[in-house]
């Protein structure tokens, strides 16, 4: 067990063999070099015992060692480990899904009979929960199912379920939803997945958990169409130069090259996720605001921006003049990449790096003697253009070689 087990990789648990190579060399070099410890002699029996439980000891102290690691602990040990951040496995469950039944008069359904999934008649077994019995004169019965196994099942609403075996008596089963899907139980990767994640969704004060919490609140409301958020702050004791007071945050949500004002719900929505986001004391700004309520009722009016699409316009002369289709498509491809890439609110739009993005990228590109960069179609200024830190450029149009 003095073998070095702690290493930069973390504790690595000693093999017997390993634990016997330096036992013997212990022997050897502090009694007596030519002490016989072939393992089929006394002597070498004895450190085969030892180092077997020396073997056995660094293996429990890795376990205990690699309990303390998220990565490496394994079972009740990643349980105990990932609960003390809130995260706890998940248990397996079942499917469930609701059916009419189909039953003569008199007729009874015993809880646990069974119907499958026709074409599934041992993969997609269900079985009723509770006991139906069929009215006076018959009729179809309501009656709640669950799966035979944990873990997702799938059922359609509409799907007419084979029963198995036949019952007297009941001659139809339909389902009428679609199944509510059970859930696997966690194994360790993905309880360690889900501990990640939840760590990561839970971040509080920071710029980057105002950003994600702001965007996770508004996409549903976006149609699936993209939308973003940016947060900057002012951690000095003066207004910054774009106007935002000391001590105070400016979240500008992004909701596409239309600009689109939100509605009192998103604007309330954006709020409310500013708000059980940001620290303690911290100022908001900007000229849209919404009403965001803590948990004992008490409102608060929070400030945000909507971020405006500026569309930019690019003409390049290029040499060669002309250029080839693939190279005019090149172009279009190198342009639009680097912009979106590199403007976002509040960025200059800087005509050098642009040009460059084009030539490096452009094979066959000699030169761009002229160019234009402007805010309207066939530009012909060649300055960089500032964006306000709400304004957001959008590459809206390319001329190349006047085309």
């Given at each position: 067990m003095s073998i070095n087990n702690l290493t930069a990789s973390g504790f690595v648990a000693s093999t017997v063999t390993e634990e016997v190579t330096y036992l013997n060399g212990r022997v050897q070099t502090l009694i007596d070099p030519n002490l016989d410890v072939d393992p089929d002699?006394?002597?070498?029996?004895?450190?085969?015992i030892f180092a077997a439980e020396f073997a056995a000891a660094t293996e429990l102290l890795a376990t205990v060692y690699n309990s303390m690691n998220p990565a490496a602990a394994e079972g009740a040990l990643l349980a105990n480990l990932a609960s003390l951040t809130g995260t706890y496995p998940q248990v397996a469950t079942y499917s469930t899904v609701p059916c009419n039944l189909t039953l003569s008069a008199g007729t009874t359904v015993g809880a646990g009979s069974t119907i499958s999934v026709p074409g599934q008649p041992t993969s997609n077994v269900w079985r009723l929960l509770t006991s139906v019995t069929a009215p006076s004169g018959g009729g179809v019965v309501?009656?709640?199912?669950?799966?035979?196994?944990?873990?997702?099942?799938?059922v359609t609403s509409g799907t007419s379920m084979v029963i198995s075996p036949t019952i007297t008596g009941?001659?139809?089963?339909?389902?009428?939803?679609n199944a509510t899907q059970g859930q696997n139980a966690d194994t360790d990767t993905t309880l360690r997945t889900r501990r990640i994640e939840e760590l990561g969704g839970e971040q509080f004060g920071t710029t980057t958990a105002i950003q994600a919490a702001v965007l996770a609140a508004v996409t549903p409301y976006a149609g699936g169409s993209p939308s973003g958020a940016w947060c900057?702050?002012?951690?000095?004791?003066?207004?910054?130069a774009s106007g935002v007071p000391p001590?105070?945050?400016?979240v500008v949500y992004w909701a596409g090259a239309s600009n689109i004002t939100p509605s009192t719900t998103l604007a309330n929505i954006i709020a409310q996720a500013i708000w059980s986001h940001k620290g303690a004391g911290v100022g908001t700004y900007g000229a849209l605001s919404g009403v965001a309520t803590d948990a004992l009722g008490n409102n608060y009016t929070i400030y945000f921006d909507v971020g405006t699409a500026v569309p930019v316009y690019v003409s390049l002369n290029t040499t060669p003049n002309p250029v080839t289709t693939a190279q005019r498509a090149a172009i279009v491809?190198?342009?639009?990449?680097?912009?979106?890439?590199?403007?976002?609110?509040?960025t200059t739009v800087k005509v050098i790096p642009l040009l460059a993005s084009v030539l490096n990228g452009v094979a066959g590109l000699v030169?761009?003697?002229?160019?234009?960069?402007?805010?309207a179609p066939a530009p012909v200024t060649t300055g960089n253009i500032v964006m306000g830190p709400t304004q957001i450029a959008i590459l809206s149009g390319i001329l190349v070689n006047g085309t």
């Open positions: 002699q006394p002597l070498g029996q004895i450190i085969g309501p009656g709640a199912f669950q799966a035979t196994v944990t873990g997702p099942q799938n009941w001659s139809a089963c339909v389902t009428t939803a900057y702050e002012n951690t000095s004791y003066a207004s910054d001590h105070s945050i400016h491809t190198e342009l639009t990449t680097f912009t979106e890439q590199t403007w976002t609110f509040g030169d761009i003697p002229t160019y234009g960069i402007g805010l």
